[in-house]
C-alpha cells in the first residue's frame, strides 16, 4: 500500500518532501534480509520512511543501483531545504545500514 501511496504522489506531481503521509509503516513480520536503518525518534509516516522503504526494495532488486547516488545528489543541489524537519531524516541518516 505505501508503495502505491508514493507511486501516486510523485506521479501526479503532489508535494512529497515535507508532509505527514498517511498511512504509518508497520512493523516488520520479519526482520529485513539486507540493512535496515534505526528508525527510533523516526515518524513512521514521514518522508523519510517511505524514502527508505523505496531505497530498500530497489536494493533487492537491483543491488547496483544508484537510487541513493541520485537522493544524495538532489540533496546537495538543493542544500537549502532542511530535510531533518521537512522530511524527518535524522542526523545521521547517512551512516545509517541502509544508506552507507
Same mark, same amino acid.
Given at each position: 500500500?505505501?508503495i502505491?501511496?508514493?507511486?501516486?504522489? #510523485?506521479?501526479?506531481?503532489?508535494?512529497?518532501w515535507?508532509r505527514?503521509?498517511?498511512?504509518?509503516?508497520?512493523?516488520?513480520?520479519?526482520?529485513?534480509?539486507?540493512?535496515?536503518?534505526h528508525?527510533?525518534?523516526?515518524?513512521?509516516?514521514?518522508?523519510?520512511?517511505?524514502? #527508505?522503504?523505496?531505497?530498500?526494495?530497489t536494493d533487492?532488486?537491483?543491488?547496483?543501483?544508484?537510487?541513493?547516488?541520485?537522493?544524495?545528489?538532489?540533496?546537495?543541489?538543493?542544500?537549502?531545504?532542511?530535510?531533518?524537519?521537512?522530511?524527518?531524516?535524522?542526523?545521521?541518516?547517512?551512516?545509517?545500514?541502509?544508506?552507507?
Open positions: 500500500m505505501i502505491t501511496y508514493t507511486r501516486n504522489i #510523485c506521479a501526479h506531481h503532489s508535494r512529497f515535507n505527514r503521509l498517511s498511512y504509518k509503516m508497520s512493523k516488520f513480520k520479519k526482520q529485513p534480509i539486507y540493512d535496515w536503518v528508525m527510533t525518534d523516526v515518524p513512521k509516516n514521514s518522508s523519510y520512511s517511505y524514502i #527508505c522503504i523505496v531505497k530498500y526494495l533487492r532488486i537491483n543491488p547496483k543501483n544508484t537510487f541513493k547516488d541520485k537522493i544524495r545528489s538532489l540533496f546537495d543541489k538543493y542544500e537549502n531545504i532542511d530535510i531533518h524537519k521537512g522530511m524527518s531524516f535524522p542526523q545521521d541518516w547517512k551512516e545509517q545500514p541502509l544508506w552507507e
